[in-house]
């Protein structure tokens, strides 16, 4: 297996992994988001494409950074131990976003929750007249 193999390799099985744990995290996570926004649809599906898009920006551009600094002996040697290893250490990453969106959804999504709740309750009062 040539080097120009390998980065192909590399990159098609990782950025295919990405797409699909972005679609399903997105899919299967919007419920959770409404959830945790206190039941409010628009702002879940909001947040859930801006997550999105921020995985694609992070794990794309960390993959595109592997991509230097291969060794070039362990590439082309050893090709699939090597491109392996690569696209675990990028699995690995993914997964790891994953957990770190989690944990500050759960954290910050009822703070959210109640500052939509607090706008929307302060909006439905009209103010007072004044004399």
Known sequence: MNLQISYIAYLAI???MTI???????RTGEVFLVKCFGQDEH?????NHLLVVGFYLINIGFIAVRLDGWNLIGATQNALPYVGSKIGVSVL???A??????????RYG?????WVNDATRDAAIP????H
């Open 14 to 16: 990782s950025i295919a």
């Open 20 to 26: 699909w744990v972005a679609r399903t995290l997105s």
């Open 43 to 47: 702002l879940a599906k909001s947040t």
């Open 93 to 95: 990453v993914l997964g």
């Open 97 to 106: 976003m994953h957990f770190f969106n989690m944990m500050m959804i759960a």
């Open 110 to 114: 009822r703070t959210v929750s109640g």
């Open 127 to 130: 103010p007072l007249p004044r």
